[in-house]
């Protein structure tokens, strides 16, 4: 009995939180290295197809984004749930990606004007019909460079 | 005065907090980049000054319906077998100057790979997965061409040499080594992958 009560009376030991701080710091260096800042929000559903002859795309600053896909959910009550192009912060038509492209291509450096390469951010479920548009536009402004975005893995992955 | 016994504790306590709201901060803001994909050139929109006259039997025609189906050089045929399909044509070296083909030499198929063309159509309706796809197969057979040849020369992967010569960390004299090997291996099966406009019906 005696053991007991003296267990009772005795204040329980703090337990140590020093090591605490180390522990979310490491995790808060793992995000902080691995975060790259979002410049535009999705405003389209964005599951991109799967494939495994994938290259890297170095340089981000030589990039341009165009995403396509069907508008999220709380977009389909305006714009409907076919699926649209995205440039930057807006839907566009197909005719405005000439314009995009070179109102971005104007932005960027003299000398990276001419290694531009646009990434295609397409989800698996749009027509290529869409695609084709734009690859048609893309052909007019002359930025013959692009980048089919996937993730990597198998590609008969997408025909389920 | 006599010391005591060690420096007072600096209460820590609130730095866990501080860390938490930096590490929520950047948890919501991360997005993990899917920065990978399959590279293609697109042809520039004025036709060649010059027509090329190119022999049917150098290219290499797929059509993809709406449904996903695929039509191989007027035959019916399962995505699966064409890697392989597109392998044996870009191999096949019916004229017998590629010394380092495998090919059958049929002469109703390519000359040598630096004439052969794959032709990719597809329908308006055709879905962009099946395109992908069916890119990444086409791509793939060249890929695999470039590493059997790669391998037997320098005992690498072609693809592995050519992302460390595009990577920028690379430092530039393992780059230059690496220019000429990758140049080499490129100019052995040339990618000539054209993407005709879609057909309407």
Redesign the interface.
Known sequence: MAKFTKKKDGDLPAVSTASLPDIVFMLLFFFMTVTTMKDSSLMVENTLPNASEVKKLEKKDRVIYIYVGVPTQEYQKVFGSEPKIQLNDKFANVDEVGTFILAERAKKPQELQNVLTTALKVDKNANMGLITDIKQELRKVNALKVNYTTYEGDAFNNLQ | MPRRKGAPEVN??S??DI??L??IF??V?????????????????EPPDTDVIIKQKNIFTVN?NKN?QLLVEDNLMN??DLRKAAMGFLENNADGTCTYCKGKKEQSSSDNPTKAIISLK????????????V???L??AY?DLRNRESQRLYGRDF?KM??EY???ETPSSVRDDLKDKVKRIQDMFPQKLS?A??STN
């Open positions: 820590a306590g730095m866990a860390a938490f930096l590490l950047f948890l803001t991360t997005t993990i980049e899917t920065d990978a994909g399959l590279d293609r050139m697109l042809p520039p929109i993809i996903g995505l699966k597809n329908d308006r309706e055709t879905k962009y997965s099946t395109y992908i796809t890119q990444n197969e791509v793939g890929n693809t050519e992302a595009l990577n920028p993407e406009e879609t």
